[in-house]
């Protein structure tokens, strides 16, 4: 595998269910990041994890709640959603400094 | 607070033409300005990395220019390809962060 890889690329969800995203790079970089695409908006970063700890949080409501054991996996844990965090969900990587930014393909979420 | 603009939002023009993107930001403290396509339903593939310091960075057909002092970027794209049809999306790294702008993107369609 290279570069960044998600799972799953689509998942569909009802409100009351607990799932989670998945997020592995394979770069050898030291941060991570999520980001939600909605439809007519920019994208918009949710969480930044540099050396496994976060240090950014963009104001991201608590049913959504990330987690980075180690510098190549990154997690979204997802419960009791709402219709409106139906989105493509997409991670990246860098290094900390020069930064350039690596995309997974995304994960397409549906919540009903 | 940094807001990133894109003009035009959407571009269609004939293939083999020369064309410019621009991006436009509001705050020129930046750490750098990163330029991704997006093909539909996919995730981003990054074009152009231009650190702070740097006035331009090209690869292949393209060139990408970074002006601070205006806020301004502008991706300049040669000989225009049927396969360059994508959302072309720039990104601000505001400086001493982590946080990524994105702006909304342009929509870029290279008729046959």
């Known amino acids: 595998e290279t570069g960044v890889t998600q799972t799953p690329r689509h998942l569909v969800m009802g409100m009351t269910n607990k799932k989670s995203l998945k997020c592995e790079q394979h770069?050898?970089?030291?941060?991570m990041y999520w980001y939600k695409q909605s439809a007519k908006k920019p994208l918009e970063l949710m969480f930044v994890y540099s050396l496994e700890e976060r240090v950014e949080n963009n104001s991201v409501p608590s049913r959504f709640s990330p987690e980075c054991p180690n510098s190549s996996h990154l997690f979204l844990h997802l419960h009791t959603l709402q219709p409106e965090d139906s989105a493509l969900y997409l991670c990246?990587?860098?290094?900390?400094?020069?930064?350039?930014?690596?995309f997974g393909p995304g994960t397409r979420l549906t919540v009903t | 607070k940094q807001e990133v603009t894109q003009i035009p939002a959407a571009l269609s023009v004939p293939e083999g033409e020369n064309l410019v993107l621009n991006c436009s930001f509001t705050d020129s403290a930046i750490y750098n300005l990163q330029w991704f396509r997006q093909d539909p339903g996919k995730g981003l593939t990054s074009l152009l990395l231009?650190?702070?310091?740097?006035r331009e960075q090209t690869s292949g057909r393209l060139n990408a220019s970074l002006d601070k002092s205006s806020g301004r970027s502008t991706l300049y794209i040669a000989a225009s390809q049927p396969g360059d049809s994508a959302t072309y999306l720039c990104?601000?790294?505001?400086?001493?962060?982590?946080?990524?702008?994105f702006g909304t993107g342009t929509r870029l369609k290279v008729l046959a």
């Open positions: 231009i650190q702070s310091s740097q």
């Open positions: 990246a990587s860098s290094q900390i400094r020069g930064g350039e930014q690596y």
């Open positions: 990104a601000v790294r505001a400086s001493g962060t982590y946080k990524y702008i």
């Open positions: 770069l050898g970089h030291n941060a």
